[in-house]
């Protein structure tokens, strides 16, 4: 196992060391630089850079150059510090979004992501997961075969009285058939039962 130094480990993010991998090829002859361009989805002025970069500074030049510098839009700590303390002060218990909208009443104007970034960062605020209630389960049956419909089905169940099932259970009588030969007096067809 080959022991290093912290000072020698450089920290690359995927698409730079991808590119340092091409980047080699270019440096030992093995690739050509429109050939690494077209891989890179660069330019060849751009791969030329980065090779002049990378024999100059060597795998170091090839990482971004605003790595660990602080952002130039950040917000001004002075205003950090006024919203934390106004929020603590005033606003203890709200989300980011009301605080936020609270805080501009005040004049103190930041976005609700930032401040719920600040509020996590200082620990003043845990995020929930917003999880919808699953909603309640019924508690489970005793026996098998306890669940029984107890509606105006036609089904024969193994609950029903003899009295309902005679009920259920009655043939229907078929509806009155009309018969072409008998007439009303007004010379419509009169409905008369046929024998069974």
Same mark, same amino acid.
């Given at each position: 196992?080959?022991?290093?130094?912290?000072?020698?480990?450089?920290?690359?993010?995927?698409?730079?060391?991808?590119?340092?991998?091409?980047?080699?090829?270019?440096?030992?002859?093995?690739?050509?630089?429109?050939?690494?361009?077209?891989?890179?989805?660069?330019? %060849?002025?751009?791969?030329?850079? *980065?090779?002049?970069? #990378?024999?100059?500074?060597?795998? &170091?030049?090839?990482? +971004? =150059?605003? $790595?660990?510098?602080?952002?130039?839009?950040?917000?001004?700590?002075?205003?950090?510090?006024?919203?934390?303390?106004?929020?603590?002060?005033?606003?203890?218990?709200?989300?980011?979004?009301?605080?936020?909208?609270?805080?501009?009443?005040?004049?103190?104007?930041?976005?609700?992501? %930032?401040?719920?970034?600040?509020? *996590?960062?200082?620990? #003043?605020?845990?995020?929930?997961? &917003?999880?919808?209630? +699953? =909603?309640? $389960?019924?508690?489970?049956?005793?026996?098998?075969?306890?669940?029984?419909?107890?509606?105006?089905?036609?089904?024969?169940?193994?609950?029903?009285?003899?009295?309902?099932?005679?009920?259920?259970?009655?043939?229907?009588?078929?509806?009155?058939?009309?018969?072409?030969?008998?007439?009303?007096?007004?010379?419509?067809?009169?409905?008369?039962?046929?024998?069974?």
């Amino acid at each position: 196992m080959v022991d290093t130094d912290e000072s020698e480990r450089i920290e690359m993010s995927r698409r730079e060391r991808d590119r340092l991998k091409v980047l080699h090829g270019v440096c030992q002859g093995e690739r050509s630089q429109k050939e690494a361009a077209r891989l890179l989805r660069l330019t %060849t002025r751009q791969v030329r850079r *980065l090779v002049r970069r #990378l024999e100059e500074q060597g795998d &170091q030049g090839l990482i +971004h =150059r605003l $790595r660990g510098r602080p952002s130039n839009r950040r917000l001004p700590a002075e205003l950090r510090q006024q919203v934390l303390t106004e929020y603590q002060k005033c606003y203890a218990g709200f989300g980011p979004t009301l605080a936020c909208e609270k805080l501009a009443e005040q004049g103190l104007r930041v976005s609700h992501d %930032t401040l719920r970034r600040w509020l *996590l960062a200082a620990g #003043l605020w845990q995020g929930q997961r &917003q999880r919808e209630q +699953h =909603r309640q $389960r019924r508690p489970r049956r005793e026996c098998f075969g306890e669940l029984v419909p107890s509606d105006a089905s036609i089904h024969r169940t193994a609950g029903a009285t003899s009295v309902e099932a005679g009920v259920r259970d009655r043939p229907r009588q078929a509806p009155p058939s009309v018969d072409s030969s008998a007439r009303s007096p007004s010379g419509t067809c009169a409905a008369t039962a046929m024998p069974q």
